[in-house]
């Protein structure tokens, strides 16, 4: 049988395994992508936000009729590429929740852990008189 230190260490691993986990997700990196001619250039941040925009002098004096939809089109790649870096094809769990409930679970077992000692020891202690 377990002691509950073992059960306690055995679960506090569990959720520092789980922690390492999520910590070593792959990091979300900048995204560039540009036209062609390399005359626009979007830039798509970490945090999944267009961070840079760069419109070469040639572009502007291309004409803003078509400017407009390229640099839609370019954005769209972009946040396409992004997509496909992170998809995996499988459903991915939710680590926060499952390290939620992991704590849950710790904190639960222990409690009755530490209930069923003390009946046990009042039941030895009925059973062989004051230790």
Same mark, same amino acid.
């Given at each position: 049988?377990?002691?509950?230190? +073992? &059960?306690?260490?055995?679960?506090? =691993?569990?959720?520092?395994? *789980?922690? $390492? ?5 792959? @990091?979300?990196?900048?995204? /560039?992508? +540009?036209?062609?001619?390399?005359? &626009?250039?979007?830039?798509?941040? @970490?945090?999944?936000?267009? $961070?840079?925009?760069? *419109? ?7 004409? $803003?009729?078509?400017?407009? @939809? ?8 972009? *946040? ?6 992170? =998809?995996?094809?499988?459903?991915? @769990? ?7 409930? *992991? ?18 020891? +009042?039941?030895? /202690?009925?059973?062989?008189? /004051?230790?």
């Amino acid at each position: 049988m377990f002691s509950q230190d +073992q &059960i306690a260490q055995q679960l506090a =691993d569990a959720r520092a395994e *789980l922690g $390492s986990a999520a910590a070593a997700a792959k @990091p979300v990196e900048a995204v /560039t992508v +540009q036209d062609d001619k390399g005359r &626009i250039r979007i830039t798509i941040g @970490p945090d999944g936000r267009l $961070s840079e925009l760069y *419109l070469n002098a040639r572009a502007i004096r291309d004409g $803003s009729e078509d400017l407009g @939809p390229r640099i839609m089109e370019l954005i769209n790649q972009g *946040l396409d590429q992004r997509a496909r870096e992170f =998809d995996t094809g499988d459903d991915l @769990p939710d680590l926060d929740a499952v390290n939620e409930r *992991l704590a849950d679970l710790q904190d639960r077992s222990l409690r009755q852990f530490h209930a069923m000692t003390d009946s046990i020891d +009042q039941v030895m /202690t009925r059973l062989h008189g /004051t230790r």
